[in-house]
C-alpha cells in the first residue's frame, strides 16, 4: 500500500515537471517568435535640407531647390526638414547625426586646406578674433576658410573635427550628400564621416558652379528615389555622362568604393512584418521550433 502511494506520487511530480518544461516552451516560442516578427520595426525616416550657402546672401537662396528636394524626399516616405544658413554653426556640426537619419543633403561650401588634405566643410560663423580664441582648443579641427568672390572669412570644420568633437553616431544607412566644392578631392572627410556610421559620402572632385550642383543634386535625388532606383554607383554615372562639361573638370564621386550597389532604402517599400525582414531569422525560427520539439521528446522519453 505504502510502495503505491510513493509511485502515484512519483508519476504526478513527473506529469508536472513536464507540463512546466513544455509550457515554458511554448511561452518562450510564442515570445521568440512575436520578437522576431510582429514587433513593430521602427525606422529613422528623416532627412535633413542643410542651406549653409546662403549666408553669403539672398541671391544664393534657391526655392526651387528647396521645394523640389523636400517633395522628392517627403513623396518617398521620408520626414524632410530644412536648416538655413544661419543655423549651420559649429555646434550644429556637432549634433549632425541626429539632423537626418537616412539622408543628409549639405548645400555648403567646402575647400581643400592648404598644404593638407582636409577637406574643410564651412559653418556660417563669420571669423573674428575673439571668436578664434573661442575656438583655438580645437586645433586643427577648425580652421577659418574664405569664400572666393567676396572675401568674407568663416569657421570651418575639418576631419578631425568630425572624429573628436562630432556628438553620436549616423544611421548606418545614411546618404550624405557634400554639395560643395572639392568636397570629394581629397578623401579625408568623406572617410571621417563614414567612420561615424554612415553608409556613403557622395561629393565633386573639383571646383562646381552653384547651378550645377543645385541641378545634378536633384537629378541624383531623382535617380536614387525612382521607384526602380538606380545603385550609387548608377545614380553617379548617370550624372557624370548627363553633365560631362563642367568648366573645372570636376566629376560627381562616393565613398567607399565598396558601396557602389547600395540601393536606398524608402519608406514607401518599408515592411513592418519580420517574415519579410532577413532570411536568417525564418532560419533562426526554423531551428528554434525543432530544438523545442526535440527537447519535449527528451523529457517525454
Not at 517627403?74 to 541626429?98: C, H, I, M, Q, R
Not at 515592411?271 to 525543432?290: C, D, H, Y
Amino acid at each position: 500500500m505504502t510502495r503505491r502511494t510513493k509511485k502515484a506520487k512519483k508519476g504526478i511530480n513527473r506529469k508536472l515537471l513536464y507540463s512546466v518544461v513544455l509550457t515554458t516552451l511554448i511561452l518562450l516560442a510564442v515570445v521568440v517568435t512575436y520578437y522576431l516578427f510582429f514587433q513593430p520595426h521602427t525606422e529613422n525616416w528623416t532627412a535633413a535640407i542643410i542651406d549653409q550657402i546662403t549666408v553669403e546672401g539672398e541671391n544664393l537662396f534657391n526655392q526651387d531647390f528647396n521645394t523640389t528636394s523636400a517633395s522628392l524626399l517627403n513623396s518617398s516616405g521620408f520626414d524632410a526638414k530644412y536648416y538655413p544658413g544661419d543655423e549651420v554653426t559649429v555646434d550644429f556640426y556637432k549634433g549632425l547625426p541626429l539632423k537626418g537619419g537616412k539622408i543628409i543633403i549639405l548645400r555648403a561650401h567646402s575647400t581643400v586646406r592648404k598644404d593638407s588634405d582636409f577637406v574643410d566643410l564651412f559653418t556660417s560663423e563669420p571669423y573674428s578674433e575673439s571668436e578664434e580664441k573661442k575656438y583655438s582648443s580645437y586645433g586643427d579641427q577648425i580652421s577659418i576658410a574664405e569664400f572666393l568672390g567676396t572675401g568674407n572669412k568663416y569657421f570651418a570644420i575639418g576631419p578631425t573635427f568630425v572624429d573628436f568633437s562630432m556628438k553620436g553616431r549616423f544611421d548606418d544607412d545614411c546618404v550624405i550628400i557634400l554639395m560643395g566644392c572639392s568636397s570629394l578631392e581629397e578623401e579625408s572627410v568623406a572617410k571621417a564621416l563614414v567612420n561615424k556610421d554612415a553608409k556613403v559620402v557622395i561629393g565633386w572632385t573639383g571646383g562646381v558652379e552653384l547651378d550645377d550642383t543645385d541641378r545634378s543634386t536633384l537629378d541624383l535625388l531623382e535617380y536614387l528615389l525612382a521607384d526602380s532606383p538606380y545603385t550609387i554607383k548608377g545614380a553617379v554615372d548617370k550624372i557624370n555622362d548627363e553633365n560631362p562639361h563642367n568648366p573645372y573638370g570636376a566629376e560627381l564621386d562616393y565613398y567607399p568604393k565598396s558601396a557602389w550597389d547600395y540601393i536606398v532604402p524608402t519608406r514607401k517599400n518599408e515592411t513592418s512584418l519580420g517574415l519579410t525582414r532577413e532570411p536568417f531569422q525564418v532560419l533562426l525560427f526554423i531551428n528554434l521550433v525543432k530544438w523545442e520539439l526535440d527537447s519535449v521528446t527528451v523529457f517525454f522519453n
